[in-house]
């Protein structure tokens, strides 16, 4: 059961076209919820394209809405998100658009109503930032990109 009390709300304005809808989750244990596109857009082989939803949001102050991949369209066809995960900041009010690539070896066609992307939303935590001339150690140190293996 959810305590209600404590889920933020999400206020959307939807145009008023084929295809536009409020996202929704496709199973109960979802943590996304579908994106679908507004409009039809050909993605050629190689090449992206910023597929608009008709969406806009209104978020509270401290929630961020990530735009990630679909795994169906990725796995069949090759077709991700290309800023994964894209972020919808809260102040945000454009319409929400989904930037995909064609990874596939044939053009794709998007239609209007296509769940096209996810949308997963998290909690922001800010930070101060305090300048210093030191930092303390740790065991990694300043290895990175590969320094703790493959295996």
């Not at 990630?68 to 995960?85: C, D, E, F, Q, Y």
């Amino acid at each position: 059961m959810h305590d209600t009390a404590r889920i933020p709300l999400v206020y959307i304005q939807l145009e008023d076209q084929p295809g536009v809808s409020i996202p929704a989750q496709a199973t109960s244990g979802s943590a996304g919820y579908d994106l679908c596109a507004s409009q039809q857009v050909l993605i050629k082989a190689g090449s992206y394209a910023r597929i608009p939803t008709g969406l806009r949001l209104s978020m509270p102050a401290g929630i961020e809405g990530q735009v990630r991949p679909r795994s169906g369209l990725a796995a069949k066809h090759g077709i991700t998100v290309l800023n994964a995960p894209g972020t919808i900041d809260s102040d945000y009010r454009g319409e929400v658009c989904v930037l995909l690539i064609n990874h596939g070896q044939e053009d794709f066609l998007i239609e209007p109503g296509m769940r096209i992307a996810q949308l997963v939303f998290a909690r922001i935590t800010t930070v101060d930032f305090v300048k210093t001339d030191s930092l303390d150690e740790s065991d990694r140190g300043e290895g990175g990109f590969g320094s703790t293996g493959t295996r």
